[in-house]
């Protein structure tokens, strides 16, 4: 996937994809606005600041790693959730065998972080985004995920005209009816396809099963995933059976993250809110801490309820979100107001601060610029959200 010696991309990314120094320009941009905080308490920052407890997250990760030592799967996080480089690197030096993104962007800016190994867990279309991947296949060991034959040619073609390689994993539909192949025979016919093109190296085959994670109930969610994780190895079975190479077999989310990494057949799970946790998915995966708040200020006081300025502007599935410490009920969610229930005597006024758990950390970080890195009480950093992509924010700030 790889050409064989690294070289830098000739310029033909599309003008989106930052280079190295646009990630290293955007530290310092944070780091000039938000960097007056570092050494503060963390209460005392201008809200809604989003706040990672850094020790929590370190623990997630080690947790995670220290778990997956004694099962046959290895990890390749999924880093959509948090979007950070510096995450990320916490992340790969604590053992995972590379990262996992949901987009072109978030690849280039791990692989333009240092980082290598990187599986787009997703389907991706449209000729600027194909010649990105194709690029920065020049770069790192780059992935991505199929499911359709002519954006497969399409890819190769890419790869073609950049001169590099990139690997390919066979998206199987194990049951989420998202991206993917219905059927294991339409899997190794794509296989062989990928296997006979120029440009392409086939890797093996993905099928993440999300329906499991909207599935909070226990058994039908353990039962649901051994009937994805059957689907998807069986397509995998099939394909090293017509004689095709298929190392990967990837698969695997938080809620269902160690019954998929002990699936005999499954090679890699590509989890990723472990390492942030949230409300979504706390009551399933509760060994996990809760990493990530969002800190707000208390801007009305009617009788009945508490208004903080964190509204659906500031919070991913603000309706899960609930106040650290305080045992109140989520009323209403507007863009900059956040609504909960309280009695006209609850000890919160108008300026008090209080932190939110989000309900969806993922959506809750795409909101914001920065991180405050918290140890304890005080702020000992700030690092970039990079990147929220274009149409969603910005690519890069
Ligand atoms: C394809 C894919 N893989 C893995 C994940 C990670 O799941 P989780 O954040 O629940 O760990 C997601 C999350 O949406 C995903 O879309």
Known sequence: MR???????????????????????????????YGSAIG???????????ILDLPAARRNIAKMAERLK?????????????????LARLQVDAGAIGLSTATIW?????????????????TLAGRE?????????????????????????????AARTAGSEVGVLIEVDTGMDRAGLDTPEQAVELARRVAGMEGLELMG?????????????????ASRQRVAMSTLVDAAERIRAAGLPCPIVSAG?????DWTATTHGVTEIQAGSYALMDNFHFPMAGDFEKALTVLATVISRPPDRVIVDAGNKSLGAPALSTMRGHD????????EHGLFIAEPDYPLHVGDVVELVPGYAPGTVNWYDAYHVVEGDRVVDVWPVIPRGPGHGGLIS
């Open 328 to 335: 109140l009920k989520a009323m209403r969610f507007d863009e």
């Open 253 to 257: 989310g938080t809620a269902t993250w």
């Open 40 to 50: 503060r308490h963390r209460r005392d920052l201008v809200t809604p600041a989003l």
């Open 205 to 221: 085959v993905t099928g993440y099963e999300g329906h499991c994670s909207l599935t909070p109930e226990r058994d039908l969610r």
């Open 106 to 122: 978030e690849a280039i800016v791990m692989v333009r972080s240092g980082l290598d190994s990187i599986f787009i867990v997703n």
């Open 129 to 157: 985004k194909l010649a990105a991947l194709a690029e920065i296949a020049r770069e790192a060991e780059v992935m991505v995920a199929v499911d359709d034959p002519q954006n497969t040619a399409d890819i190769a073609a």
């Open 70 to 86: 004694t099962m046959p799967a290895k990890i390749r996080p999924h880093i959509k959730v948090h979007k950070s480089p510096e």
């Open 3 to 33: 050409s064989p010696a690294r070289q830098q991309a000739k310029g033909t990314v599309p003008e989106l994809a930052p280079a190295a120094g646009a990630i290293q320009e955007t530290r310092d941009r944070v780091k000039r606005a």
